[in-house]
C-alpha cells in the first residue's frame, strides 16, 4: 500500500479527510432550519478573499456562522483530542483498554473543570480561561493515580490498570460531587456540563482551547515514532538510544493536556479514545505514525456524526452528546474487553 512521508496510508488518510470533510457539510447543514450542502459550500467560499456572492439571507448566514460552525468545529476539535489521546495512552501504556475515560484522565480534568466552575470567581476575575489550566491538573493526577495503584496494588496487567482506573474515577467523581454541592447556584450549568454536550460552545469556547489544541496534537503526532519504539520494549528503546521514562512523561503529558482541552469545554465525553482507535488500528495497522494522525481525523468526523444523531433523534429535544456516545461505546468496550481475555488466555 502506498505510504506518506509520516508512514500514514495514503488511501485511508485521504478517505478519512474525506470521511471529515462529508461530516462538516452535514453537521453545519442538520437542523430544524434546512440549509443545502451547495449553499453552505458557496457561503463559506463568499467569506475568502474574492468569494463569490452569498446564497444565504442574511438571517441563515448568522445561524451558520454564529451558531452551528462553530459547534461542528468543536465537535471536530473534542473528537480529535479525545481519540488521539486514548490513542496515546494505549501505546505508552501498551494497554489496548487504555483510555482518558477509563483511566481517570477525563474524571481528574472535570474535577479541575467543576473546581473553578464553583470556586474560581474567588481567585481570578476571568475564571473561565482557568477552566483549561485546572482540567490540565486533574488530569494528570488521575492518570498517575490510576497507574501507581495498577502498578504497585495490582501488578500492571490489563485488567488490573482497569479496575485501577475505575476505582480513581469513581473517587474522583465522589470528589468532583462533593464540590459541585458547594456551589448550588451553578448546579444545573454543572449537570449539564457532566452530560458532556456541544451546545453551549461557541467560537469564544474555540480560542480558548486552541493553544492547548495545537501543543497536544503537536507533541502526540511527533512522538508516534517513539511510541514505535517504546513498543520494542524498553531495552531495546535504550540500545536505540531512546530514553523511556522521558518519552511515557512527555507523552502521558501531551495526552492528558488534549483530554483536559476538550473536558474543558464539552464535559465528560466517554469512549472516544477506546472505540475510534481500535477501529483506525484495524485499518492501518500497528505503527502510531499512522495511527495517530488517522485517528485524529477519524475521531473528528466520529463525534461530529454523534453530535448529528444527538441534536436531531429526538428532536426538539436534544440528547446529551455522552449519553449517545455510551450507547455506541459500551458494547464496544465489552467486545474488546473478550477479545483481549481471549488472547490473554
Request: aromatic share 6%; hydrophobic share 55%; glycine share 12%.
Amino acid at each position: 500500500m502506498t505510504r506518506g512521508v509520516v508512514g500514514v496510508p495514503l488511501g485511508w488518510s485521504a478517505g478519512s479527510l474525506v470521511a471529515l470533510a462529508v461530516a462538516v457539510v452535514f453537521g453545519i447543514s442538520a437542523g430544524a432550519a434546512s440549509l443545502s450542502a451547495a449553499d453552505i459550500v458557496l457561503h463559506l467560499l463568499s467569506l475568502l478573499p474574492f468569494g463569490t456572492e452569498t446564497p444565504l439571507t442574511e438571517r441563515q448566514a448568522a445561524l451558520l456562522v454564529e451558531l452551528r460552525l462553530p459547534r461542528v468545529i468543536m465537535g471536530a476539535v473534542v473528537g480529535a483530542l479525545l481519540a488521539t489521546a486514548g490513542a496515546a495512552y494505549q501505546g505508552v501504556f501498551r494497554n489496548p483498554l487504555a483510555d482518558p475515560y477509563l483511566l481517570g484522565a477525563a474524571s481528574g480534568a472535570g474535577l479541575g473543570a467543576t473546581a473553578i466552575i464553583v470556586f474560581g470567581s474567588e481567585f481570578s476575575d476571568s475564571p473561565r480561561a482557568l477552566v483549561p489550566v485546572a482540567a490540565f491538573a486533574g488530569a494528570l493526577v488521575g492518570v498517575a493515580a490510576a497507574y501507581l495503584l495498577g502498578t504497585t496494588a495490582g501488578g500492571g496487567g490489563t485488567s488490573s490498570l482497569v479496575l485501577a482506573g475505575v476505582a480513581v474515577s469513581s473517587f474522583l467523581a465522589a470528589a468532583q460531587t462533593f464540590v459541585q454541592q458547594m456551589g448550588t447556584d451553578q448546579l444545573q450549568r454543572i449537570y449539564a456540563w457532566l452530560l458532556g454536550g456541544l451546545g453551549r460552545g461557541g467560537w469564544d469556547d474555540v480560542r480558548l482551547i486552541a493553544p492547548y489544541t495545537v501543543l497536544g496534537l503537536l507533541i502526540l503526532l511527533v512522538c508516534g515514532y517513539l511510541l514505535d519504539m517504546l513498543a520494542l520494549g524498553d531495552d531495546k528503546a535504550v540500545s536505540l538510544g531512546l530514553n523511556p521514562a522521558i518519552v511515557r512523561i512527555v507523552v502521558i503529558s501531551a495526552a492528558s493536556l488534549a483530554t483536559a482541552a476538550a473536558v474543558s469545554v464539552s464535559g465528560l465525553i466517554g469512549f472516544v479514545g477506546i472505540v475510534v482507535p481500535h477501529i483506525v488500528r484495524r485499518l492501518v495497522g500497528s505503527s502510531y505514525r499512522a495511527i495517530l494522525p488517522v485517528t485524529m481525523i477519524v475521531g473528528a468526523a466520529f463525534l461530529v456524526v454523534v453530535d448529528i444523531v444527538a441534536r436531531t433523534v429526538v428532536s426538539p429535544a436534544e440528547l446529551p452528546i455522552g449519553v449517545v456516545t455510551a450507547f455506541l461505546g459500551a458494547p464496544f468496550f465489552v467486545l474488546i474487553l473478550r477479545t483481549t481475555r481471549h488472547h490473554a488466555t
